[in-house]
């Protein structure tokens, strides 16, 4: 079973985050963390290959840093940084980490996009 960690100080946002992989992978199983250290304690439960979505705005260590953090355990690939700061910088960042990249707002189909370009590696 593949289990999602999504990392958002937004409730409202992960729930919302939640209730769209549930509908497109409903065997999917979903943990939630409000931040960097919630989802650093996290980790070691998730099972083999997870996959880690991001908020990049968060207090405390924003996505990047903690995908720095993640990334000996965790392939690059299966993190994907989602966030509304639309700055080419964030986005270079990001894509030079191997890091997926969804803007929000979110929608149904941004998230069903993110997941097949997660599972098929691009």
């Known amino acids: 079973m593949t289990t999602v960690l999504i990392v958002d ?22 943990r939630e963390a409000g931040n960097a250290d919630e989802a650093l304690q ?48 964030v986005k270079a960042k990001a894509e030079n980490l191997g890091l997926g990249y969804m803007r929000k707002p979110l929608n149904p189909k941004k998230v069903k996009d993110l997941f097949e370009a997660l599972e098929s590696g691009s």
């Open 9 to 30: 100080d937004s409730k409202a946002a992960r729930m919302m985050l939640k209730h769209w992989i549930k509908a497109i992978r409903p065997d999917y199983q979903c």
């Open 42 to 89: 996290q980790v070691p439960n998730l099972g083999e290959r997870p996959v880690i979505i991001l908020d990049y705005n968060m207090p405390g260590r924003n996505g990047i840093e903690l995908a720095h953090e993640l990334v000996p355990g965790i392939p690059p690939d299966r993190i994907a940084l989602c966030t509304a700061n639309i700055q080419d910088a």
